[in-house]
Nanobody, 119 residues
């Protein structure tokens, strides 16, 4: 079982920065593929950025060059550094962990943290 707790959301003006954190409980964090998703009102949840257990990253086109995903396995923590924020980045951001057990994919989600970008 994996429990995820996000923090770091808030309100910021366009062009500003925020850093989200996601702390995972339980063992085996380094084995998990991790990701950040977001969901704006009326929209489907979308992938923002992901990072494999080996550190390979992937980003949505809309955030490339502005967001950076990273992980600290010693601290069981996932990060999302968000720079040059835009109003369209406003959403609830969710931390996600994927763990494969006996060829079965298990997804775990945090409770979400609100990010609001507005002048």
């Amino acid at each position: 079982q994996v429990q995820l707790v996000e923090s770091g959301g808030g309100s910021v003006q366009p062009g500003g920065s925020l850093r989200l954190s996601c702390v995972a409980s339980g063992s085996g964090f380094s084995l998990n593929a991790m990701a950040w998703y977001r969901q704006a009102p009326g929209n489907q949840r979308e992938l923002v950025a992901s990072i494999t257990s080996g550190g390979r990253t992937n980003y949505a086109d809309s955030v490339k060059g502005r967001f950076t995903v990273s992980r600290d396995n010693a601290k069981n923590t996932l990060y999302l550094q968000m720079n040059r924020l835009k109003p369209e980045d406003t959403a609830v951001y969710y931390c996600n962990a994927v763990r494969w057990v006996m060829a079965v994919r298990n997804d775990y989600w945090g409770q979400g943290t609100q990010v609001t970008v507005s002048s």
